[in-house]
């Protein structure tokens, strides 16, 4: 039975704490509530946004006009050398359940904040991995014409490239139920140290006392990082409102007090318009703006 939330603050469901009301929210653990949503949403002519983590969007001030669906299936099941993770989990959670069994492979996605529906949408990726480097297949609900229907997607399928995929091509198209990994025998003290240090690195390089959704701004190429093109251009520190670049890693925007969608929006803006006149690239943002 599904439970219907009305005027649901966002804020409380995204790592920049900013955002206003959804009209309706609900939270779903199993595929067959997802279906049911998604049908409660088409007979009420609404639109739909489906939420992981929150660790890569930015909501608006005036709140969403839909419904938004939280995953919440957060299953891990290992099945001889694979790993099978629902949408709704972090991916430090599988990490640590396959590490049991000094099973491993997906190390360095530990750290990333965002779910595993999050992570295979967006091919997240850290020190050098990629969520679809291990990955073998996808189990999805497919919008075809006015039914969803399930379907099982090998890797080859999703054509995978930095911070791309399908999912991300065709928005609204997709949504991810659960991914599979294949994993290799690692001893599990390896495991945790490899995920430990890189923890460390991320607090040596990243800022974490206050809000953010990480990096804002996908690299413009493997040879050309986002921060370094900011910090050049002089933008860290740079400020609107409460919003603020980090001083520290020029890529990621803060949440120092009391900023709104608009401050970090408007800050984004600002970003893109001094990159271009200075260095005559254009920025993409990494983060999804509602
Ligand atoms: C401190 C910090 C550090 C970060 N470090 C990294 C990093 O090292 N590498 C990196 O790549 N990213 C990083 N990020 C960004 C973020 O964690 C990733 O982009 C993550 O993959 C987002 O997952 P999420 O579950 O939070 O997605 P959300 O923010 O909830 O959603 C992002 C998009 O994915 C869609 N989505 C979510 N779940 C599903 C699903 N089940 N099916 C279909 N679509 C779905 C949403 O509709 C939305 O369009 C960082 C963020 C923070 C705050």
């Known amino acids: 039975m599904l439970n219907i939330e009305e005027n649901v603050i966002l804020s409380k469901f995204c790592t920049w704490h900013v955002g206003g009301p959804a009209r309706y929210f609900v939270r779903v653990s199993t595929i067959q509530d997802l279906k049911e949503a998604l049908l409660w949403a088409q007979e009420k002519k609404l639109a739909h946004f489906v939420l992981g983590g929150g660790s890569n969007i930015l909501f608006s001030d ?11 299936g957060r299953g891990v099941v290992i099945n001889g050398s694979e790993l099978i993770v629902e949408a709704g989990a972090i991916a430090r959670l599988a990490v640590l359940k396959a590490s049991e069994l000094n099973l491993g492979g997906l190390e360095h996605l530990a750290g990333i904040p965002g779910t ?45 490239s930095y911070r791309d995929s399908l999912f991300k091509k065709e928005t609204g198209s997709y949504i991810i139920w659960d991914a599979t990994f294949a994993l290799i025998p690692i001893p599990k003290d390896v ?12 607090k040596d390089k990243q800022p974490y006392t206050f809000p953010s959704a990480g990096s804002v701004f996908k ?35 803060l949440n120092k007090g009391g900023a709104t969608s608009f401050d970090i929006h408007a800050l984004i803006e600002e970003i893109k318009k001094r990159v271009f006149e200075a260095k005559g690239v254009k920025l993409v943002e990494e983060v999804i703006v509602l």
Not at 62 to 72: F, N, Q, R, S, T
Not at 225 to 247: D, P, Y
């Open 62 to 72: 005036v709140g969403y006009a839909g419904l938004i669906i939280k995953i919440e």
């Open 219 to 253: 690299n413009p190429s493997l040879e050309i990082s986002a921060g370094r093109l900011i910090e050049e251009c002089g933008c860290k520190g740079l400020k609107i409102g409460g919003a603020e670049v980090s001083t520290q890693h020029a890529n990621f925007i």
């Open 191 to 202: 495991i945790l140290k490899l995920v430990n240090d890189d923890l460390s690195a991320r």
């Open 116 to 160: 595993i529906g999050g992570l295979v949408r967006g091919n997240a990726g850290a020190f050098g991995m990629e969520t679809k480097d291990s990955l073998v297949r996808v189990h999805v609900l497919h919008n075809v014409g006015n039914e969803w229907k399930e379907e099982i997607l090998e890797r080859k399928d999703v054509y995978f």
